[in-house]
Every structure is written in structure tokens, then in C-alpha cells.
């Protein structure tokens, strides 16, 4: 199954469930749904995907969450 049929189908079931968005965090999931392969450091790493969208690496987001 190719990175974009895989996409199509995780949207299917993302619109299906009332889900806008993911936030996928471990590298493997992330290069499996998309393709993009990253060293995981002690930085965050990881990709939100939402219908027609992915943005990788989210530092902001996580020290959002980390300092409350």
C-alpha cells in the first residue's frame, strides 16, 4: 500500500469518526503514514495530519505542553 493510499484511508476513517486532526508521535508511525523518516532526539518529534495537511516537527506545540 503506497503513503498516499494509507493517508486516504486514515482520512476515511478520520471523517467517518468525527475526527479533524492526529498528532503522531513515534518516528516509525509517522514514516509508515507518510514517508518522511526523522532521528528522534530528546527534541519533540511529530507530525499532526489533518484532511489534506501534514506539518512535521512541532517544537512549539510541544513546549506548549510541557510548560502547562
Do not use: W
Amino acid at each position: 500500500m503506497s503513503v498516499n493510499e494509507r493517508l486516504e484511508k486514515l482520512y476515511a476513517y478520520m471523517e467517518q469518526s468525527g475526527v479533524d486532526a492526529m498528532l503522531i508521535t513515534l518516528p516509525k508511525h509517522i514514516y509508515y503514514l507518510t514517508g518522511f523518516l526523522n532521528e528522534p532526539n530528546k527534541r519533540f518529534n511529530g507530525s499532526r495530519l489533518s484532511q489534506g495537511s501534514i506539518y512535521h516537527n512541532l517544537p512549539e506545540f510541544a513546549s506548549r505542553i510541557m510548560c502547562g
